[in-house]
């Protein structure tokens, strides 16, 4: 007989709003150590609580694994803010064939509903969030990925003005790896560490780039990296969390480039333009160098 004891939680809900019960699994691509909600058992749990994502696809694709997890009867609450998905929730969990109770609270939409015996449209939702190669891109990608569906200007730009590296080094943020490939296209490169926050990306990635160079792991730059004497970092680092800028997180990732290169080492960056990462780079670096400048970004290099 299945287990419906558990209980789980996905993402990091306000706890003033929605308080998962104590002892939840934690499912989250973005909290590396998380479950995998795609891999938890139809019917295990008895009570989800989901801080629903952002984008359409990936919302969807999320609660409807919350649902296929959720025994018959079990007690899902999912919330966003409402510029953010918030104020689709009711309409799509009907969608799904659930009778919702919604609240409001601290510009948030709080939905809950039980799972009822028959769902509709799960499947479709699970696999147009699901997984997928894509024709332009011709890489495995999946919605709610960095740049999933598109190639990033400022990737691109770097891309484009990456030298051929050599030694030993690390893409930070390394995504489904677009960035890794180009450095790996050098025979003068050892290993490579690609790491990054979102386990999808990691997945993707793996997928998208089998050279056995690379050393693909799901971790945080800001805490995650035990790296030293490397010989060259490349970087395309966040600057939103949540969807708020918070230029630190770039900020962190040079800190990070500055601890795991080796004297001499190089870092190669690229930023958007307005973001005043030179005065971080300038004490942690001999030597930092504009290398060109296009459609709103930067790209440096900078020597240890």
Same mark, same amino acid.
């Given at each position: 007989?299945?287990?419906?004891?558990?209980?789980?939680?996905?993402?990091?809900?306000? /706890?003033? &709003?929605?308080?998962?019960?104590?002892?939840?699994?934690?499912?989250?691509?973005?909290?590396?150590?998380?479950?995998?909600?795609?891999?938890? /058992?139809?019917?295990?749990?008895?009570?989800?609580?989901?801080?629903?994502?952002?984008?359409?696809?990936?919302?969807?694709?999320?609660?409807?694994?919350?649902?296929? /997890?959720?025994?018959?009867?079990?007690?899902?609450?999912?919330?966003?803010?409402?510029?953010?998905?918030?104020?689709?929730?009711?309409?799509?969990?009907?969608?799904?064939?659930?009778?919702?109770?919604?609240?409001?609270?601290?510009?948030?939409?709080?939905?809950?509903?039980?799972?009822?015996?028959?769902?509709?449209?799960?499947?479709?939702?699970?696999?147009?969030?699901?997984?997928?190669?894509?024709?332009?891109?011709?890489?495995?990608?999946?919605?709610?990925?960095?740049?999933?569906?598109? !190639?990033?200007?400022?990737?691109?730009?770097?891309?484009?003005?990456?030298?051929?590296?050599?030694?030993?080094?690390?893409?930070?943020?390394?995504?489904?790896?677009?960035?890794?490939?180009?450095?790996?296209?050098?025979?003068?490169?050892?290993h490579l560490v690609m790491l990054d926050i979102?386990?999808?990306?990691?997945?993707?990635?793996?997928?998208?780039?089998?050279?056995?160079?690379?050393?693909?792991?799901?971790?945080?730059?800001?805490?995650?990296?035990?790296?030293?004497?490397?010989?060259?970092?490349?970087?395309?680092?966040?600057?939103?969390?949540?969807?708020?800028?918070?230029?630190? &997180?770039?900020?962190?990732?040079?800190?990070?480039?500055?601890?795991?290169?080796?004297?001499?080492?190089?870092?190669?960056?690229?930023?958007?333009?307005?973001?005043?990462?030179?005065?971080? !780079?300038?004490?942690?670096?001999?030597?930092?160098?504009?290398?060109?400048?296009a459609a709103g970004y930067k790209v440096y290099?900078?020597?240890?």
């Amino acid at each position: 007989m299945q287990d419906i004891t558990s209980t789980g939680v996905f993402g990091t809900p306000p /706890a003033e &709003l929605a308080d998962a019960p104590a002892g939840s699994t934690q499912f989250s691509p973005l909290i590396p150590g998380s479950g995998k909600l795609e891999d938890q /058992a139809e019917g295990s749990l008895r009570e989800i609580v989901v801080l629903a994502p952002p984008g359409t696809v990936e919302r969807r694709y999320t609660v409807a694994l919350a649902l296929r /997890a959720l025994a018959p009867g079990g007690v899902l609450t999912v919330l966003a803010p409402k510029d953010k998905g918030g104020s689709r929730l009711a309409k799509e969990l009907k969608g799904f064939g659930c009778t919702v109770s919604e609240t409001s609270r601290r510009h948030h939409r709080i939905c809950t509903c039980e799972r009822p015996d028959q769902l509709i449209g799960i499947e479709e939702a699970i696999a147009e969030g699901a997984p997928r190669l894509d024709a332009v891109l011709r890489l495995w990608t999946q919605p709610g990925v960095f740049s999933w569906n598109r !190639l990033d200007p400022g990737t691109t730009l770097l891309e484009e003005n990456l030298p051929s590296l050599s030694g030993k080094g690390a893409d930070f943020g390394c995504g489904i790896g677009i960035l890794s490939r180009a450095i790996l296209s050098s025979p003068k490169v050892e290993h490579l560490v690609m790491l990054d926050i979102d386990r999808r990306a990691t997945e993707m990635a793996r997928r998208n780039v089998t050279d056995t160079r690379a050393d693909i792991r799901w971790g945080d730059v800001r805490s995650g990296v035990r790296l030293s004497g490397l010989d060259f970092v490349v970087m395309n680092p966040p600057f939103h969390d949540g969807g708020a800028e918070d230029q630190s &997180l770039g900020q962190s990732f040079i800190r990070k480039a500055a601890e795991a290169l080796r004297p001499g080492g190089v870092l190669w960056l690229v930023a958007n333009r307005h973001l005043p990462y030179e005065s971080v !780079l300038k004490p942690l670096f001999k030597r930092v160098t504009p290398k060109v400048e296009a459609a709103g970004y930067k790209v440096y290099e900078a020597q240890k």
